[in-house]
């Protein structure tokens, strides 16, 4: 299984991004998938995870009501849109892939599989 994530970059304080994330290989049909981020210094932190059709999504309360998450199946491809974007947003921002459940987890042990992070940067 391999995910790439994309879409990460520099933007001012209110603004907005929208990552993307593609999944591929032998990953089955039910799997969640979720976002985290790490910035320099902290622990990595559970953004937001939505499970296999996109009924049920969860999100971190730092993000609650300025990030969405939304997927399209038939491409295994997940995003997370990002508005309202705050200099405490700055991070690396990493898809995850969690295939043995179909709860929507928030640690990121309990997750299988990773993409390579992409750098969000928010300036004030």
């Known amino acids: 299984v391999q995910l790439q994530a994309f879409g990460g970059g520099l933007v001012q304080a209110g603004g907005s991004l929208r990552l993307s994330c593609a999944a591929s290989?032998?990953?089955?049909?039910?799997?969640?998938m979720g976002w985290f981020r790490q910035a320099p210094g902290k622990e990595r932190e559970f953004v937001a995870a939505?499970?296999?059709?996109?009924?049920?999504?969860l999100a971190g309360d730092s993000v609650k009501g300025r990030f969405t998450i939304t997927r399209e199946n038939n491409k295994n491809t997940v995003h997370l849109q990002m508005n309202s974007l705050r200099p405490e947003d700055t991070a690396v921002y990493y898809c995850?892939?969690?295939?043995?459940?179909?709860?929507?987890?928030?640690?990121?042990?309990?997750?299988?599989?990773w993409g390579q992070g992409t750098q969000v940067t928010v300036s004030s």
């Open positions: 290989g032998h990953i089955g049909s039910t799997y969640v």
């Open positions: 995850a892939l969690d295939v043995a459940y179909s709860a929507l987890r928030t640690t990121p042990a309990d997750y299988d599989y």
């Open positions: 939505i499970n296999w059709n996109g009924g049920r999504t």
